[in-house]
């Protein structure tokens, strides 16, 4: 079981020293937010791309994979009924599976609430429809690259669309893409599902439709930082054999990004070494 760190958590460093700070506090891997290399990280050149894996892996640490995925370029939308807005979002959609596989990652997290948000009313329906068909769009492009692209279910008021675990789970039923899959974000969850965590891994977990967690608090500050216990969640993690990655994703930083990501890592370390 790898843990990462979600790297907009300190993107005030340099990726280089991203790499470096994450290594040091003992993280197996950085989560990459792709607005965090660019203004168009879609089009990261060449040269770009290789500048950040060799940062990755003279820290000795990995990219594990890509998530909060069209929060840049402006104005993408997997719901929008305009043809040019939705042909440019399922493409970057698809360079930025290209982008995770040439990094070295092996999944995709699509959270992006603002990117995915349905109007009320008569067309509510078919922006849902729009939204559940782009997942569909990309399955054949991440089963070629070789990754996971994992529909991230969000809580009210933050998303309208997939809010329940078990509705992103009927959205990748239905594409049937063994690269398209479901995720845990421990925040979300926490709000929105009536289970708890534990219950809910092993409700989804055996399915084989959730392939990746995040952890975080549903304060939104860092695991250890709130009223969530995480130790029944890495035993739970533990006791179904789950052996991908884990993302540390708080959003509130207390009292700073590098003192949260120190922290937590201290505090998921100490759980692992207490279940071992």
């Known amino acids: 079981m790898q843990i990462a ?6 993107a005030g460093m340099e990726f280089g020293r991203q790499c470096e700070f994450a290594a040091i506090l003992g993280y197996d891997g950085l989560e990459v937010a792709p607005f965090t ?3 168009e990280p879609h089009l990261l050149p060449a040269a770009r791309r290789a500048e950040v894996r060799r940062a990755a892996a003279d820290a000795g640490i990995a990219i594990t994979g890509l998530h909060w995925l069209l929060v840049k370029p402006a104005g993408l939308s997997i719901t929008a009924a305009d043809p040019a807005q939705r042909a440019r979002t399922l493409d970057v959609m698809r360079r930025h599976v290209d982008l995770c596989a ?4 092996s999944v995709l997290v699509h959270g992006s609430p603002a ?6 009313g008569e067309e509510r329906a078919e922006a849902r ?14 089963e070629k690259a070789g990754v996971t692209y994992c529909i991230e279910a969000l809580a009210p008021p933050e998303a309208n669309f997939i809010t329940s675990i078990a509705e992103a789970a009927a959205i990748v039923r239905a594409i049937g893409s063994p690269a398209v899959r479901t995720m845990l974000d421990c925040s979300a969850a926490g709000k929105a599902e009536r289970e708890s965590i534990p219950e809910l891994l ?3 977990l055996p399915t084989g439709l959730l392939a990746h967690i995040q952890v975080n608090d549903r304060n939104r500050r860092g695991p250890g930082q709130g009223e969530e216990r995480f130790a029944p969640i890495f035993a739970t993690l533990r006791e179904l054999g789950y052996d991908r990655c884990v993302a540390v994703e708080p ?11 120190a922290r937590a890592i201290g ?5 692992l070494e207490s279940l071992s």
Do not use: H, S
Request: a negative charge; proline letters at 6%; charged letters at 30%.
């Open 202 to 204: 092993r409700r989804w």
């Open 37 to 39: 290399l660019g203004e």
């Open 267 to 271: 505090y998921i370390r100490g759980i």
């Open 251 to 261: 959003f509130d930083y207390q009292p700073d990004g590098p003192a949260t990501a």
């Open 102 to 105: 040439e990094l070295g990652g």
């Open 5 to 10: 760190l979600c790297n907009e958590v300190i």
């Open 129 to 142: 429809k729009r939204g559940a068909d782009a997942f569909a769009a990309i399955a054949e492009n991440a």
């Open 115 to 120: 990117q995915r948000r349905v109007p009320e």
